[in-house]
């Protein structure tokens, strides 16, 4: 779809808002709370932003867009060259981040930029009458997004903000929040140290219980040391280069090959895939332990032997 901005501005230190609406004012397809589009910026870049405002408008999408010097230059040219009347081209929402609905109450875990999905999400269960808590973390006041609207009324007992100033030294100690597994569901999105974080504090959570965003693809996890690998894919024998920077899915892709996924960041679980010879090197937030010798997500995890032989 190509979309109107109708609005952008700053919504906090390095951070812009867009607002999107249909060119002729015509509704835009429904979304829930967690979705995010897929935008391309005007230097042809393909990127995901979550959308932050209540999934119940049908007449726009807001996404806030960090604009990030060190990233692969999507977020800074969309930033930096995208102003208020401009057409800008989105796919349909997607949600791999989805809301249980059945879950009786929530711990809402936002990182950074990380709190654009789960601004949709507080926005839904206040508008719902249900029960949360959000916890915010951030470097400080001028770099938190949304700060006037989380001090109001709406909001009032139901979230911390807390400010590092950059030192890991002040993190926000979650562990009493997630030392007692309750009935309530953990979602959370930031940046990684923060999703392993708590990955590492919920392992004795149901795993259905605990739910990650990461906007990792394989292109930002590349690593200087990554090389390339060969998979096998047993069902038919074919054998793939896996160069760096290239999933084995994309990679999978590019040979005619697919095969399920949603997140395509190692969070949702849906490309998990049996892993019959080869050692992975598993980059995913989603495999247990135990799982790791015999299970890979291709969307994200690479080969740490020069061959993996998967389920395919
Ligand atoms: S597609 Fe979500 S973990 Fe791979």
């Given amino acids: 779809m190509a979309l109107r901005v109708a609005r952008a501005h700053p919504a906090a230190t390095g951070i812009h808002l867009f607002e999107l609406r249909h060119p002729e004012g015509s509704e835009l397809p429904p979304f829930t709370a967690g979705a995010h589009l897929t935008v391309r910026s005007p230097n042809g870049s393909l990127r995901k932003y979550s959308l932050c405002n209540d999934p119940a408008e049908r007449d ?158 394989a292109a930002a996890a590349q690593r200087p040391e990554d090389r390339v690998f060969t998979v096998v894919l047993s069902h038919s024998g074919e054998r793939i280069e896996v160069p760096p920077g290239v999933s084995i899915l994309e990679a999978m892709r590019e040979r005619g090959f697919d095969a399920p996924s949603s997140c395509e960041s190692g969070t949702c679980g849906t490309c998990r895939t049996h892993l019959l010879a080869g050692e992975a090197d598993h980059r995913d937030l989603v495999l247990m332990e135990h799982e790791k010798a015999g299970q890979v997500m291709i969307c994200v995890s690479r080969a740490l032997s020069p061959e993996l032989v998967i389920d395919r």
């Fill in 60 to 217: 726009r999408y807001v996404i806030a867009v960090k604009r990030d010097p060190a990233g692969r230059g999507g977020s800074v040219d969309l930033v930096d060259h995208t102003k208020a009347g401009d057409l800008v081209e989105v796919s349909a929402p997607h949600n791999a981040f989805e809301l249980a609905e059945r879950a009786p109450g929530f711990i809402l875990i936002a990182g950074g930029i990380g709190i654009t999905p789960i601004m949709a999400m507080a926005r839904r269960l206040n508008a719902e009458g249900r029960r949360y808590r959000l916890y915010y973390l951030t470097r400080s006041p001028e770099t938190t997004a949304f700060r006037d609207e989380l001090a109001g009324e709406e909001f009032h007992g139901k979230v911390v903000i807390h400010h590092d100033q950059g030192d890991p030294v002040n993190s926000f100690d979650l562990w009493p929040v997630l030392e007692k597994p309750g009935a309530a569901h953990v979602y959370c999105c930031g940046p990684r140290p923060l999703l392993e974080a708590v990955r590492d504090m919920t392992g004795h959570w149901p795993a259905a219980a605990i739910h990650f965003e990461s906007f990792l693809d």
